[in-house]
Every structure is written in structure tokens, then in C-alpha cells.
């Protein structure tokens, strides 16, 4: 397993603002990337990035709430923490209501925005985790044929092999078989654990 490795990516058109979280965040040594736009950050952004996003509300151009909306619409899953400056809550708000995690308004407090950074990076760790385990259980159930995928889908669903059996007009053995091959494939010894990593693979987010 990869380590986590967070970064907290900073978009604020200010360049005095870009300089000064730069700073502090390199003084408690966390990684950071700025861009001057949220063009230049959409540009790089990808579904592997992990950490949190520092994003200014309003910027020249796409503003903060576009860029989230199209962060979202990619896949991108930062943590996003919103800055506002005087007279923007109201656009923070609706950012929070769009999946923001937080915000926080200039000018502020250097330790609270470290302490709601790292809230953000810990979730965000948190949410590493469980996407990789997602991906890794759904990897495992894609390697089952398109019979062993509807055998496990009855399975799943409280089925016993002669109730499968008939819905699939196939042998009760061959049910059996299956159900061994399938458990096989996706590493599993037991029922108990074929289902429990079936219902990890097939978990929202």
C-alpha cells in the first residue's frame, strides 16, 4: 500500500495570499502546491489528488464555486475549505451546501486554519482508506464471469442454491460450483466473508 501522502493545494488569485499560506504552511512542514486561478488548478486536477483545497471564493474568471462544481463533476474528491473575504458568507454557505467541508474568512487566524486544515486532511485520509478498499474489493468481484457475477448477485440478495438454481434454470451442484469458484476468485473461505466483502465492494461513497 502506497503511503498517504497529503498536499494542500492553494487557488487565491492574491498573490500576497498565495505567499503568506505558503509560508505557513510550510513551517509546520505540510506539503503545498498554489495556482494564481481556479483555470490553473482545474489544468492538473485528477481523481488521485489527496489532501485538502484551500479555495478562494471569488477569483477573475471561474469563480470558487464553479471550479467546485467541476471538481466534483470529474471525480476529484479533496477536501475543499472555502475563503471568503468581507461580504461572501453567503457564497460560502452555498459551497458548503455543495460539499464543502469549511470555511473560513480573511483575514484569519493562522492556528485556526491549521487546526481545520489538518481536520480536513485527517478525513480525508480516512476517505483514502476506504476508497482503496472499495477499489480493491471491486477488482476482485470484476474478475468473475458474467454466470458467477449473477450467481453471487443471488447470493447477495438472501438466496439459497436451490432458489438459485431454479431462477437461473441450472443445477443445484452447479450452483455449488459456482459459489466455490466465486469465493476462490475473490480470496474468501467462508460465506460470512463473501458477503461482507461484497457489501464493501458495493458501499456508496
Not at 498536499?7 to 504552511?25: F, H, N, W
Not at 512542514?29 to 489528488?49: D, W
Request: net charge negative.
Amino acid at each position: 500500500m502506497k503511503p498517504y501522502e497529503p498536499t494542500v493545494y492553494i487557488v487565491d488569485d492574491d498573490d500576497a495570499v498565495r505567499a503568506a499560506l505558503g509560508a505557513l504552511l510550510g513551517s509546520v512542514c505540510l506539503r503545498y502546491e498554489s495556482y494564481a486561478s481556479a483555470e490553473a488548478f482545474l489544468a492538473v486536477a485528477n481523481r488521485q489528488m489527496r489532501g485538502c483545497l484551500l479555495l478562494d471564493v471569488r477569483m477573475p474568471g471561474m469563480s470558487g464555486l464553479e471550479l467546485q462544481r467541476k471538481l466534483q463533476d470529474q471525480g476529484v474528491g479533496l477536501q475543499v475549505i472555502i475563503i471568503t473575504g468581507h461580504g461572501d458568507v453567503p457564497m460560502a454557505v452555498r459551497a458548503l451546501k455543495s460539499g464543502a467541508s469549511d470555511f473560513i474568512e480573511k483575514p484569519f487566524n493562522e492556528q485556526e486554519l491549521l487546526d481545520r486544515i489538518q481536520t480536513c486532511l485527517q478525513d480525508d485520509h480516512h476517505l483514502s482508506h476506504t476508497r482503496q478498499a472499495l477499489d480493491e474489493a471491486a477488482a476482485r468481484f470484476a474478475t468473475l464471469t458474467p454466470r458467477e457475477q449473477a450467481v453471487m448477485e443471488l447470493i447477495a440478495a438472501g438466496n439459497h442454491t436451490k432458489k438459485i438454481a431454479v431462477q437461473l434454470d441450472i443445477q443445484d451442484r452447479t450452483v455449488d460450483v459456482h459459489r466455490f469458484n466465486i469465493m476462490h476468485k475473490v480470496g474468501v473461505r467462508t460465506l460470512a466473508e463473501l458477503l461482507r466483502l461484497w457489501s464493501v465492494a458495493h458501499k456508496p461513497m
